[in-house]
């Protein structure tokens, strides 16, 4: 069982900018789809941003422009750059391993990391 272990979240005011960090455990990294979701309370979980094994990206309409989603698969670690943060980037946001390469189905879950963006 994959372990993944969010960082580099916390509060910043809007227009700032935070980075996450996501380590995970275990042997070929750089093989498997990797995913940043986030979470409001009382909604359901969102896509924010995904990279393939083939890195490929994709994003969510809403951080297009704005976030960054890239991996160093050297040190088994996915991060996502915020950058222009608006008081509706404010969630709990899961780094996710996906089951192959692409950025399909469920997989693995971490904790979760909470962004507050507000002044």
């Known amino acids: 069982q994959v372990q993944l272990v969010e960082s580099g979240g916390g509060l910043v005011q809007p227009g700032g900018s935070l980075k996450l960090a996501c380590v995970a455990s275990?042997?070929?990294?750089?093989?498997?789809?990797m995913a940043w979701y986030r979470q409001i309370p009382g909604k359901t979980r969102e896509l924010v941003a995904c990279?393939?094994?083939?890195?490929?990206?994709n994003y969510a309409d809403s951080v297009k422009g704005r976030f960054r989603i890239y991996r160093d698969n050297a040190r088994n670690t996915l991060y996502l750059e915020m950058n222009n943060l608006k008081p509706e980037d404010t969630a709990v946001y899961f780094c996710?391993?996906?089951?192959?390469?692409?950025?399909?189905?469920?997989?693995?879950w971490g904790q979760g990391i909470q962004v507050t963006v507000s002044s």
């Open positions: 996710n391993r996906k089951t192959d390469s692409t950025c399909l189905g469920e997989g693995s």
């Open positions: 990279n393939t094994g083939n890195a490929l990206t």
């Open positions: 275990g042997n070929l990294f750089s093989v498997y789809g």
